[in-house]
């Protein structure tokens, strides 16, 4: 956690209505959009790559407690990839219904509601290659994905490929008695995790570490804001994110900052 920065800071926001739906709002975080992230997975950690959340285990990123699917939907997609792995690309390979167990997850209104997640293996996701397997470390899905040509999204549970996009849903009800729908596109930051989060030894989003990428967020994780808002959506966003980007925030992500002065470059954002 030393090379964080504190988690509360100045964000600069952007509100559209949805071309393709005039009944919702899109409620997007400039400063997080705008910032430098980009995942460092992969890389040894004294080489800017990922110390993981568990310091004594770097090598497995941020995998080690499993994914929470979203609905059944998601479950089937990832059981259907599942069967394109082999032993050879698969390190736990096994049975479907040995990856998939029952657990609990906290709702809306802070009550805990039957879910269901990947299994846990000797302290990682089931999914998860550890260090010094054939294929390297890292997501079997996301790996077949690579050997197949197309996107990690296609492959991987949905909340795996969303982090760190924080995509939310909530109505607001108007003053004059109109209710509002918004779609809220923010980090995921430690405190999106509930109080587990502040247990990690580190999380990517708020670490200059994490925050030398060549392009912004909107353009890296395009694909997957398309997919989040809808291609009219995510277009009006880039829209607005190039015009505040030719402006500089006034706000930027303190991370991408202290990143940026650490390569000795100019700071404008």
């Keep these: 956690m030393t090379d964080e920065v504190a988690q509360d800071f100045d964000r600069e926001w952007v509100e559209f209505l949805d071309p393709d739906d ?7 975080d400039l400063t997080w959009l ?6 460092v997975f992969g890389k040894h ?3 800017g790559g990922c ?7 770097p090598a497995d990123g941020c995998c080690l407690h499993g994914a929470f699917y979203t609905d059944e939907a998601d479950i089937k997609r990832t059981r259907q990839i599942a069967k394109l792995l082999t032993p050879e690309t698969w390190q736990l390979h096994r049975r479907w219904k040995d990856t998939i167990v029952d657990d609990t997850l906290e709702n ?3 009550e805990e509601e039957p879910a269901k997640k990947t299994a846990v293996v000797d302290g990682a996701c089931v999914f998860h290659n550890r260090e010094g397997f054939p ?10 994905a690579m050997r197949d040509g197309v996107h990690p999204m296609e492959y991987k549970p949905e909340v795996c490929w969303q982090l760190p996009v924080k995509r939310d849903f909530k109505t607001e009800h108007r003053a004059d008695g109109t209710e509002v729908s918004v779609t ?3 980090e995921f930051d430690r405190a999106s995790w509930g109080p587990g989060g502040h247990d990690f030894d580190w999380w990517c989003t708020a670490s200059p570490t994490a925050h030398t990428a060549s392009e912004p967020v909107y353009l890296s ?3 997957e804001l398309t997919e989040l808002l809808g291609p009219a959506a995510y277009e009006k966003l880039a829209d607005l994110c190039d015009a505040r980007a030719k402006l500089g925030l006034v706000a930027p992500h303190p991370a991408t900052v202290k990143a940026t002065i650490a390569l000795g470059l100019p700071v404008r954002l």
């Design 135 to 144: 294929t390297g470390a890292g997501c079997a899905l996301h790996q077949q």
């Design 45 to 47: 950690p004294d080489e």
């Design 22 to 28: 005039p009944e919702t709002m899109v409620r997007a």
């Design 51 to 57: 110390p993981g959340i568990e310091a004594d285990q």
């Design 34 to 39: 705008l910032s430098r992230w980009g995942c």
């Design 221 to 223: 994780y395009a694909v």
């Design 184 to 186: 809220l596109i923010t």
């Design 108 to 110: 809306e209104d802070g």
